[in-house]
């Protein structure tokens, strides 16, 4: 993968929300972004969503789980070879993430399941996978990783800027201005944490009050009422007094103390409470945002997005600058894997709380 090498790169997600499979096609060289490629998304049907979220859950067949997912993956890839009118060799590399089942940063642990070896042989592609272990085997959280790709895109905007994604978990990339005039990513400023749960409690809740996989468009929630008081005891959890680099398991909040609310004022809790932890992270940050761009499914929901304008001025999903919001973070995997193979670093200290800048990533040739 010389600089400059005219392939594709092609990266895979599958996130906390469980949604399904997002695969995407960029031209990179490790350090900028050239064209950006087709994408698509293959949703999970209801059936395989319930079984994923029983392994999610520790309930399921681990390896059977690995396996199944792993050639949805492949298929995945080549449905976007064939809606990009490309063959295999057109790809230099895949970058897959995998499905977390298990985060727990403070014991060092982290599982992303998903067979690389697999993958190759099925796809014929050489394969990037296990981002996150490498991380944390130097002192980091394991997340999130997407900030260096952040940085690439955000480069020449003007700064300080942040980029939120609002997956299952909620992450947010603070981009600023170093003294330093090369514009080199490195040379960025650049800070990130999971500022707590995204649309996985939403989701969760609406599946277990309506028998919908999510709150779609934020309608239960603007039906209803938040209970500040849950609220504020929520963000009185010890996470939120943790200084980031931080990241948070899917599993980590509960329903506990809900389970007296309507399924709209729940709802209604569950939103303004993601909402406030960003604002609570916020206070991290070394100066405020000037822009804030919104990416991932929780942009789509209008709850979630009028509580953060609430909170902030300048909000906008992240399709205002022509990214691609469903796919950004396939795309930061595709982006990775390049760096992957040049030796390049996926995380910072200021990112994950790793010691140094640290590379990553498991490689199968094909």
């Known amino acids: 993968m010389q600089k400059g090498e005219n392939r594709w790169s092609l990266g895979l997600m599958s996130g906390t929300s469980l949604d399904g499979i997002d695969a995407a096609l960029i031209k990179t060289d490790g ?24 392994v999610v859950h520790g309930r399921g067949d681990m390896l059977v789980a690995e396996h199944d997912i792993t050639l949805k993956h492949a298929e995945a890839v080549k449905a976007l070879l064939t809606k990009a009118d490309i063959t295999r060799k057109d790809v230099g590399v895949l970058g897959f993430h995998g499905q977390t089942v298990a985060h727990r940063p403070q014991e060092q642990l982290t599982w992303q399941i998903g067979n690389g070896a ?4 099925k796809t014929g592609i050489d394969v990037v996978c296990d981002f996150r272990r490498r991380d944390m085997a130097a002192g980091g959280e394991g997340a999130p990783l997407v900030p260096l790709f952040h940085g690439a895109l955000a480069r020449q ?44 409690m939403l989701n969760e809740w609406a599946l277990k009050t309506i028998g919908q996989d999510c709150d779609r468009d934020g309608k239960l929630a603007l039906a209803g009422k938040a209970d500040e008081a849950i609220i504020a005891k929520m963000l009185k959890d010890w996470y939120f007094t943790k200084t980031p680099p931080k990241s948070l398991d899917r599993n980590y909040f509960t329903f506990d103390d809900m389970q007296h609310l309507s399924k709209e004022d729940g709802a209604a809790t569950l939103t303004e409470f993601m909402a406030a932890a960003v ?11 000037k822009q804030w761009f919104i990416s991932g499914g929780g942009r789509h929901n209008f709850a979630v997005m009028h509580a953060l304008k609430k909170r902030f001025t300048q909000v906008y999903p992240v399709e205002s600058l022509g990214w691609k919001g469903d796919v950004l973070e396939a795309q930061a995997f595709a982006f990775l894997a390049v760096r992957s193979l040049k030796g390049l670093a996926l995380s910072l200290p200021t990112t994950t709380g790793a010691i140094r800048a640290v590379t990553g990533g498991a490689f199968y040739r094909a």
């Open 157 to 200: 905007m003007e700064l300080p800027v942040a980029v939120l994604n609002i997956g299952g978990i909620a992450n947010v990339t603070w981009v600023g201005r170093s003294e330093s005039t090369s514009h080199d990513l490195l040379d960025l400023d650049i800070m990130a944490f999971d500022t707590g749960p995204g649309n996985v």
């Open 279 to 289: 604002e609570k992270g916020a206070a991290y940050f070394p100066a405020p945002a």
């Open 118 to 121: 697999l993958l190759a042989e």
């Open 31 to 54: 350090e900028h972004v050239s064209e950006f490629g087709p994408s698509l998304t293959v949703p999970f049907d209801d059936v395989y969503r319930a079984t994923l979220r029983d």
